[in-house]
């Protein structure tokens, strides 16, 4: 091979190798400027409904159940004000092959590398989305990597990572694991330069396409049985996808009018990137060290544009606390019979504060729950918690410091969902899109393109870009 | 010593980057620990843990390292019995059915 392998060489060769790994032309989608088509970028490379739909029913993905949570309603409802109390549904995610929603995702990807010939897929992932594709890699006979950070300096991990390793060498994937860092992606463009494999990123078209059946799926069925669509879809947010997937298949089905809301648990102070941090959380994903950067900036994955784009879709976002979504994710168990999660139970947690403001007769409706284990119980999280001086007990989940103390609320009236602020979101993007491109002026095609972005007015979109000193 | 023969499942551990060459976006603490990979595959030769050894993967890739486990045993499991689950799991039942009671 002879290649130079050094962290230098490898990201100066990252255009390259991306584009051997994907056999996308993301150029042909660029504007004049630093706008891009996004909708043709969907529409050329990704697949229609139908075809996706077909795909992943032949798969084992898809046709989830739509659970009325009839007890955690009820419950929510002995702390609304009168006529409120909105009835809670959950799409029951666990039930596609691999255990979560990611298997949506991976389905369409990984069908993807195999029409066009690869022998092999790699992921950059710690989620259930490595079991999804390890997955969906042994039903196309295809091989797999899972790159993972996965482990401190001392090689403790984080025991959800640690069940996420086991399931994906369970489904015959070879996992490659980190300790904390964000060249994991520097290993990962090695890994596809060696092999020659596909780049099953999570942020392709195809990816986010995948989850489009999702929201439609959602719609469709509230309509079949209640007539009509839901008021609102929560969705827990990381990197985007979910979120706006989802929203599509929302909007797709013709549901114009449900409310698109995003939750995400509150990790302020904690660094991802952190070595001491990294073993502190008490969750590894849907929380606001990947939800808030990637809002603001879509554009930092792995893929030369990013098909995760929430501001595009997202109507309202709300924080939860760590503790908070322990209390639920025990509810959901102990009132409901599913043991589920950790991941959909953060959406969850907001549902019960939102359908508190939310009239009766409304629908909410939570995206996703994922298959719960060994490592993802609140037990494990729990004693790995302790075992790293975070403090657990019970109290005011406003006083909770992530890393520090983790507070299960005193009763439910205290579980709440705090609203994050959408304006200054969107003026973080529109200084983003100034920083990282140097702007010094805005065309009108530029002006367009922030617009659709943060759906905002023109006005808007200029004012921020003066502020920002851009003509 | 433990040994690992010739066709054992093993893991080896690398140093992909070290201290104080990480990324510069690297906070500080992270800055100062190597960057560490682990992969496990199937030993090419007999060795004790602690020397390098090669492997192959189950994917067919070639790797080596430093020898860190033989037939590596999953360790994550359901944790301790955590007693606040119990109380909250006591107050919903209070909260929604206590009145039956």
Redesign the interface.
């Known amino acids: 091979m002879g290649l130079d392998k050094s962290y230098e060489a490898i990201n100066a060769r990252k255009n390259e190798i991306i584009k051997n790994a994907m056999r996308m032309d993301y150029e042909q989608f660029e504007n004049e400027g630093i706008g891009f088509d996004y909708e043709a970028m969907m529409k050329k490379t990704g697949y229609s409904m139908e075809e996706m739909r077909a795909i992943q029913l032949e798969h084992g993905v898809g046709n989830t159940p739509l659970i009325e949570l009839k007890n955690i309603t009820e419950l929510a409802r002995k702390y609304a004000p009168a006529g409120k109390g909105a009835r809670i549904f959950v799409k029951d995610e666990a039930a596609n092959a691999s255990g979560s929603f990611k298997a949506r995702r991976a389905s369409i990807a990984v069908y993807h590398a195999k029409k066009l010939g690869y022998k092999g897929v790699i992921a950059a992932t710690s989620g259930n989305y490595g079991a999804a594709v390890a997955s969906q890699a042994a039903m196309h006979g295809l091989k797999c990597i899972i790159v993972q950070e996965c482990y401190d300096n001392d090689k403790v991990g984080q025991p959800e990572i640690l069940e996420k390793q086991r399931i994906c060498e369970a489904y015959g994937a070879e996992v490659v694991q980190l300790t904390v860092g964000p060249e994991l992606f520097t290993t990962h463009l090695s890994l596809l330069e060696d092999t020659g494999y596909f780049n099953a990123s999570l942020y392709t078209p195809f990816g986010i396409a995948g989850v489009e059946t999702l929201g439609y799926e959602i719609a469709e069925q509230c309509k079949e049985r209640f007539g009509k669509y839901p008021d609102a879809v929560l969705c827990t947010d990381a990197g985007g996808g979910n979120l706006t997937g989802t929203a599509r298949g929302v909007k797709m089905a013709g549901a114009a009018d449900t409310k698109i809301i995003g939750a995400c648990i509150d990790l302020h102070g904690l660094h991802m990137a952190s070595n001491h941090d990294f073993n502190r959380k008490s969750c590894t994903t849907g929380h606001t060290g990947f939800s808030f950067p990637f809002v603001t900036w879509p554009d930092r994955s792995d893929t030369p544009r990013n098909a995760a784009r929430v501001l595009r879709y997202m109507d309202r976002m709300v924080t939860v606390k760590q503790g908070e979504v322990f209390y639920i994710t025990q509810a959901l168990a102990v009132l409901e019979g599913y043991e589920r999660g950790p991941a959909g139970n953060t959406s969850l947690t907001a549902a019960f504060a939102l359908a508190q403001q939310m009239d009766k007769d409304q629908i909410l409706v939570v995206n996703e729950t994922e298959y719960t284990s060994a490592g993802k119980h609140p037990m494990p999280q729990l004693t790995f918690a302790k075992q790293h001086g975070v403090e657990v007990f019970f109290g005011n989940p406003e006083d909770e410091v992530p890393g520090k103390n983790l507070i299960f609320p005193k009763d439910p009236s205290m579980i709440k969902a705090r609203e994050y602020d959408m304006l200054h979101a969107k003026k973080s993007y529109v200084k983003n899109c100034v920083k990282n491109y140097g702007m010094k002026s805005a065309s009108e095609a530029d002006i367009q393109f922030i617009m659709d972005e943060i759906r905002e007015s023109r006005d808007f979109v200029v004012k921020e870009l003066a502020e920002n000193g851009v003509k | 010593m433990a040994k690992a023969k010739k066709g054992d499942w093993v893991q080896v551990q690398n140093v ?2 070290k201290a104080g ?3 510069p ?3 500080e ?2 800055q ?10 199937i030993a090419q030769h007999d060795g004790e843990i602690g020397e390098e050894m090669e492997i192959v ?5 070639k790797a080596k390292g430093i020898l860190t486990e033989i037939n590596p045993r ?9 007693p ?2 119990l ?3 006591l ?3 209070d ?2 059915f206590g009145g039956d009671k």
């Open positions: 992909v980057l060459h990480r990324a976006q690297v906070p603490d992270t100062k620990c190597d960057l560490k990979l682990w992969v496990k595959g993967t189950v994917t067919g890739r999953y360790i994550h499991d359901y944790g301790d019995f955590q606040e689950l109380k909250v799991e107050q919903l039942k909260i929604m």
